[in-house]
């Protein structure tokens, strides 16, 4: 893929067992369909760096390097934290981002193609326990948990957070039963959908006038949950200072063509969730809060970490988030990964992902507390 090339991706229902690890899936939701099976993410390195609550699997996205050997299988994983107060304006610390490849020989996969047939039977549905590595995976989120029902015995947890959640939901009925536990999706998870992709048309004549669709306001297209309050804005006007107010304006101008660009790019494909342009730029919602190349560090390697893709607010849609107060929210959130792909013997390498908000001149923003 050349870096100028932007490949758009779109949810679309699948069955299941396309969605496993065997199937290398891109996908939104469910738990994560691991690549390697060793090397996973400690309990710690998956916690919110503000509540220090664990992270929930938001995406995956399948993005083997054409000509890398060791990139041959490789899929960037994403998470985020549930607790919507964490959601603070241009703050990352909600979300993570790993890295892990193989090469097209190893341990855990075939070496020619999965079968485009289902499988006799889904493994690995409601998997506790890796085939291969032993590695044990937690019932309620799928990320590593050594953590045993103390009664039972038969069910793992990364921690007591998600050990309480599964005893208050269901399994305080089904510990020590004889009929077991019935494989039912945790309500803590996102929707389970298949990402696919396709290649973003190059710009033809778009309709003329932005302003036709857009002078009003956004024409409800993506903008972040918010509640708008005339009277306190108003107020907060008065008070601004005359040089303030043309410092304002001079920014309102720079921001607004900045948003108009991001709405006019997404308009023929007002349903894509992510854009991927590995070299390429990320497409930004607003003029503030844009990363210079000191704030994105270097891969622990030494090469430089570039632009691989970006998630955008239309997903937040189809993730059943919405809240008339705080709630999950972002503008978009780009992903910078190590360029070189640098190998790191099956580990999940963290990575960069840099949250940007729409700015408070696009919308009245709720203050989270």
Request: proline content about 8%.
């Amino acid at each position: 893929m050349s870096s100028a090339e932007v490949v758009l991706g779109f949810l679309e229902d699948a069955e299941p067992w396309r969605l496993r690890s065997p199937q290398f899936p891109s996908k939104v939701g469910g738990k994560p369909a691991w690549l390697s099976q060793r090397g996973l993410p400690s309990l710690p390195g998956l916690e919110c760096e503000i509540c220090r609550l664990p992270m929930v699997f938001l995406l995956q996205v399948y993005a083997p390097i054409s000509g890398q050997d060791r990139s041959f299988h490789r899929t960037l994983f994403l998470f985020c934290c549930k607790t919507p107060e964490c959601y603070t304006r241009n703050d990352s610390r909600c979300m993570k981002v790993f890295r892990n490849q193989l090469q097209r020989r190893n341990e855990f996969y075939p070496y020619d193609p999965p079968p485009e047939d289902e499988p006799p039977c889904d493994a690995d549905e409601g998997q506790s326990v890796l085939s291969i590595s032993g590695v044990k995976l937690c019932w309620v989120c799928g990320c590593p948990g050594n953590k045993a029902c103390s009664r039972c015995h038969t069910v793992t947890y990364c921690g007591k957070h998600h050990q309480t959640l599964h005893w208050k939901q269901s399994h305080k009925k089904e510990c020590c039963s004889q009929e077991g536990s019935p494989v039912t999706p945790s309500p803590l998870l996102f929707p389970e959908t298949e990402l696919v992709t396709e290649p973003e048309e190059e710009e033809k004549d778009v309709k003329e006038a932005e302003g036709e669709q857009e002078e009003e306001d956004g024409g409800g297209i993506i903008t972040q949950r918010s509640v708008d309050c005339p009277a306190l804005a108003e107020c907060k006007v008065k008070a601004l200072a005359e040089s303030d107010l043309d410092e304002m304006a001079m920014h309102e101008t720079e921001d607004s063509k900045v948003f108009q660009r991001f709405k006019k790019k997404i308009a023929p494909e007002p349903h894509q969730v992510i854009r991927y342009s590995r070299g390429g730029s990320p497409l930004w919602v607003s003029s503030q809060h844009i990363p210079s190349d000191e704030d994105i560090p270097p891969c622990t390697c030494g090469a430089k970490r570039t632009f691989e893709f970006q998630v955008m607010p239309q997903l937040l849609n189809s993730l059943s988030v919405d809240s008339t107060g705080a709630s999950i929210d972002w503008g978009t959130a780009a992903v910078y990964t190590c360029s070189a792909s640098c190998e790191r013997s099956d580990q999940y390498c963290p990575e960069v992902i840099w949250k940007q908000d729409f700015s408070s001149d696009q919308h009245t923003q709720t203050e989270r507390r």
